[in-house]
């Protein structure tokens, strides 16, 4: 009969698990192969996203089967605008650059129009306040299901996401191409235009930096140490390392310089990088319709409910309601308004009910105070409980409309939000 023994079983146990653990460390990785990701928006602080720049109105080709096929053209387009009081923490250049954000280069960027002018490589200036009409055009080019959306990126301030959509590209990638023309009239393929040039460089930059490697490893490490410690510098270096040296520096000046010739020779037609950077105005304002003015808000945390008061007067000459309120690609609508439903082609992420008091329409030249509430999970799911934040404020856009269909946008740019913890979670606040 076998006796168990405990410490070979203590033993095989650790290996087991320690194998265990070593694949799970290994597979970890591979993981994100099968998964599908987003860009990562949560991420940013909530005051980020909520009081810098917001998307809006944006629409994909491709919705509602979200799918393409390699080779195909789609578009997005939509508006954004720039908060107008932006928030003291985060530079503000307004040099920006429209972007289409998808991980890796898995669509090709056609086209990008900023207020029906074109711009595909050049940076634009942009204004506080300012609401811009973008339009980009792209080309479907490695299979897969990939996060795409509107960004901008901003000079010092970083980028800003707008709403994602998951496409799927079908089909193959092994004959896509890229054909563009020249300015001297050629027609050359992007895919592997120069793709042999940048390989020869690759591989005799790399033989030249492994030969390097190699004449200074293969001498011996202990007793150079030795003449480090000793304080013997002036001996590491003898007079073959310093003719080494002199080849490899002047034989690499040389092979620069040469491939340059060659290079220009060969291509005796270029301009140079454009930095150019274009002011573009921003659409002009909508009607006005009302004047609205934020005088407090709370968030309820156990209740996940963000409330606010707004003193709206109707300057226009139809009855007015508030429609919306979008904010970080999170958008919550009044079901009080007739026709005012979820549609499912939305990209952005659906918020719920927004509960407005009293409901009732806004008459010409009245004058309310309109309680506004959003429960909501988003608020934790997206990151927008602006309590965990040092700066406890919340910005967003306002939608009203007037019965003829008029709309205006208004911004909340800046408002601070007091948080409620509730009666057991109070610690004295």
Known sequence: MKIFNCETGMKKLVRVGGAILLSGLMLAPMSSLFAVQGMGAKSQEAFLRMRTVTFFDTRFSFTPSNRVKVGDEFTCTGKVMLMPTWPQE????????????????????????????YFQFNSVVLEKGGVYEYKMINQARTPGIWPVGPM?????????????????????GAGFTNPVKTLLGNTIDLENYGEGRMIAWTLLTSAIAVVWLVYWCSKPFTRRLGLVAAGRKEDLFSPMDRQVCFLFTIGTIVLVAAAAMITKAQYPITIPIQETKYYIKPLPPEPALIQAE?????????????????????????????????TANVRFLNPDVPGNTWNENYPEVNGGPMRVTPS??????????????????????????????????????????????????FAIADQIVIPKFGATMGGGM
């Open 90 to 117: 985060i530079p503000f250049s307004g040099i920006s650059f429209f972007n289409f954000f998808v991980p890796g280069p898995q669509v090709l960027r056609k086209a990008i129009f900023v207020n029906e002018k």
């Open 152 to 172: 901008v990126s901003m000079e010092e301030a970083g980028p800003f996401i707008g709403p994602e959509e998951f496409l799927t590209i079908e089909g193959s």
């Open 294 to 326: 934020v005088t407090d808000a709370t968030y309820d945390v156990p209740g996940r409910t963000l409330s606010f008061h707004l003193q709206v007067k109707n300057i226009g000459d139809k009855p007015v309601v508030l429609k919306e309120f979008l």
């Open 360 to 409: 009732e329409p806004i008459n010409p030249g009245e004058t309310k105070t309109l309680e506004v509430s959003m429960q909501s999970a988003e608020w934790e799911n997206q990151r927008l409980t602006m309590y965990h934040e040092s700066t406890n404020r919340f910005g967003g856009l306002l939608f009203f409309t007037d019965t003829s269909g008029t709309r205006q946008v």
